[in-house]
């Protein structure tokens, strides 16, 4: 004989069953976002969760080791003027053909940073009693003359003007204006593209 089941019983089984169909597995596995980064790939900015060290398979019968996905870092302090220069920055470096990393941090966590990890490294900060920030000047004060070769020092002005001074070190200075943003832009992402393409 068929023992009956309470109808309190076949309510909570449905539900739990319906619990069991809509939530998603949990992955063990996956990895958790320490910073927002941007790939570029086909032109078009991406957001991703982490650093992918390695491109997509390469389309061919015969495995082929893949390139390093180049990596470019843009610390910067923050203001409307800013935000606008490293968004048309990282927008210009994603037009080229070669898949790109660009992230994007606080300038103060620029000393927490494993530069060695990147090809290219812009700075955007502000000038000081008419110089950049002494923030960065005691950053660059310690590197070696290899790794200076990767920065690019964008100190900004409201009259445009910054006695830059920074030895071994390609460094701009623009007006904070916003119709300077597209000049100054692509001065910064010629001086990064540069970088990316030495050997």
Same mark, same amino acid.
């Given at each position: 004989? =068929?023992?009956?089941?309470?109808?309190?019983? =076949?309510?909570?089984?449905?539900?739990?069953?319906?619990?069991?169909?809509?939530?998603?597995?949990?992955?063990? #596995?996956?990895?958790?976002?320490?910073?927002?980064?941007?790939?570029?790939? +086909?032109?078009?900015?991406?957001?991703?969760?982490?650093? +992918?060290?390695?491109?997509?398979? %390469?389309?061919?019968?015969?495995?082929?080791?893949?390139?390093?996905?180049?990596?470019?870092?843009?610390?910067?302090?923050?203001?409307?003027?800013?935000?606008? *220069? @490293?968004?048309?920055?990282?927008?210009?470096?994603?037009?080229?053909? #070669?898949?790109?990393? @660009?992230? =994007? *941090?606080?300038?103060?966590?620029?000393?927490?940073?494993?530069? #060695?990890?990147?090809?290219? !490294?812009? !700075?955007?900060?502000?000038?000081?009693?008419?110089?950049?920030?002494?923030? @960065?000047?005691?950053?660059? &004060? &310690?590197?070696?003359?290899?790794? &200076?070769?990767?920065? @690019?020092?964008?100190?900004? %002005?409201?009259?445009?003007?910054?006695?830059?001074?920074?030895?071994?070190?390609?460094? !701009?200075? %623009?007006?904070? &204006? =916003?119709?300077? *943003?597209? %000049?100054?832009?692509?001065?910064?992402?010629?001086?990064?593209?540069?970088?990316?393409?030495?050997?």
């Amino acid at each position: 004989m =068929r023992a009956a089941f309470h109808p309190v019983l =076949r309510l909570l089984r449905g539900l739990a069953a319906l619990l069991i169909l809509v939530l998603p597995p949990v992955s063990a #596995q996956e990895p958790v976002a320490q910073a927002v980064e941007n790939r570029c790939q +086909d032109g078009h900015l991406q957001l991703v969760k982490h650093v +992918d060290p390695q491109l997509p398979a %390469a389309k061919s019968i015969a495995a082929q080791e893949p390139e390093p996905l180049k990596q470019v870092l843009i610390a910067t302090e923050t203001s409307h003027f800013k935000e606008a *220069i @490293v968004a048309e920055v990282a927008e210009k470096l994603c037009q080229g053909r #070669q898949p790109l990393l @660009v992230k =994007r *941090i606080d300038l103060n966590r620029l000393a927490a940073e494993p530069i #060695q990890n990147y090809q290219a !490294i812009v !700075i955007v900060n502000s000038c000081r009693a008419w110089r950049p920030s002494s923030t @960065v000047r005691d950053f660059l &004060k &310690k590197l070696d003359d290899t790794d &200076k070769m990767k920065f @690019v020092v964008l100190t900004t %002005a409201n009259s445009g003007e910054c006695d830059l001074k920074i030895s071994g070190v390609d460094a !701009i200075s %623009a007006a904070s &204006k =916003r119709t300077g *943003i597209a %000049a100054v832009s692509q001065t910064v992402v010629d001086m990064v593209r540069a970088r990316l393409a030495a050997p």
